[in-house]
């Protein structure tokens, strides 16, 4: 079946899926959001277990799902790989000192003779929910703004060497900072957490207290999510976009690239408008009514918002991830891909997503079969 497909066809269909597993992995970012509201929802110290391990029973996903998506990326799209991983080190190891701090916080923070203590591990899932956000939103903001590397494979017949892209900045990533509109998405994806998460809370946790506080939260972080995407927004669709011409791959500067993506994709275009309706429809119903629910609302138009965004990057000849130092080092779906066969057989395995998602929805169900409450933390022999 899948060795019919062009390599075009299996290089979209793998940019597709990418595309998925990152708006996946941004919805499940709700888990870092959570942690730094701690200090607002919890008053107690029974509160404060109850939120934890709320989160703690999630934070799993997450992690799963961040690998999955970083491997995904190696096998379909491996010069991407090298060159970011390879390149802006900086940005993706403080990433991971961020999840390695977070899963040690839960594994030890309520061990006895924790000589660390709970508020310091509590301070790692702050650092965790607050740096984790915002730099894997900066860092995806690259594949519209671009980074400084430039790409030659004709390095990899040097013996002593054979390094296909070179970063071209001293701060290998950091300078991404730097960018207001990369700033902006990250601080986007931060406050967006913290919404997902206030509405997780209502969703799982049965104490009227950290109810109406995840309520107000929900109020106090909707205008500056929305303030910093809709900046981001605006930035992207009236700027300059990286384009390349598919008969002989040559990149160039378009103006309004990502508007024209939108007009030239209307299936991504309407995903993207419906992601946005249902995230702003989850916010007002949380808002102005005693809403249990919404986190599926806006879980689901996070998904399909952020799916569609990484279309954009990498449909309609677009380079996903530019090179502002040298256009023509820039990686393309076309350009960054594995071979052919190696697609095709990915493909196959792919196949088994489904089953995956399927025991996913099965296992996040059982585990919030009852809504956790005091009296539980207080029975339970496993806390967090």
Known sequence: MF??????????????????????????????????????????????????????RKWEFTFTTLVTFGGAFFA?????????????????????FCFIIQAVSYEYRSKP???LGKKTYDVFLFINGLLGTILLGTAVSTFFTGSEFSMDKLHLTEIGN???SQWKSPFHGLEAVANLQNVSLGLAVFFLSRLLAAQYFMNTISDKNIFA??????????????????YFVFRLLTG??????????VVYMEHYKYLHNLIALPVVASLFALGVVMVL???????ARQCRDCIWFSGAGTIITVTSLLMLAGYNHTSFYPSVYDLQSSLTIENASSSHYTLTAMSYVSLLIPFVAAYIFYAWKSINNKRIDANEMKEDGHVY
């Open 240 to 249: 300059d976009g990286f384009a390349y011409q598919p008969e002989n791959h």
């Open 76 to 96: 379909s799209f491996p010069l991407f790989y090298s060159t970011s991983f390879g390149g802006a080190f900086w940005v993706w190891m403080l990433i991971l």
């Open 3 to 56: 060795e019919t497909l062009s390599h075009l066809a299996l290089q979209q269909y793998w940019w597709a899926i990418i595309s998925l597993l990152g708006g996946i992995l941004v919805f499940l970012l709700f888990v870092q959001g959570g942690q730094t509201l701690l200090c607002q929802l919890a008053k107690t110290e029974i509160e404060r277990t109850m939120l934890v391990n709320s989160l703690g």
């Open 281 to 287: 429809f989850a916010i007002i119903r949380s808002i």
């Open 162 to 164: 054979p390094i296909i």
């Open 113 to 115: 003779n924790n000589f």
């Open 213 to 230: 506080r995840s309520k107000k939260q929900i109020a106090y972080n909707a205008v500056p999510f929305l303030v910093f995407f809709l």
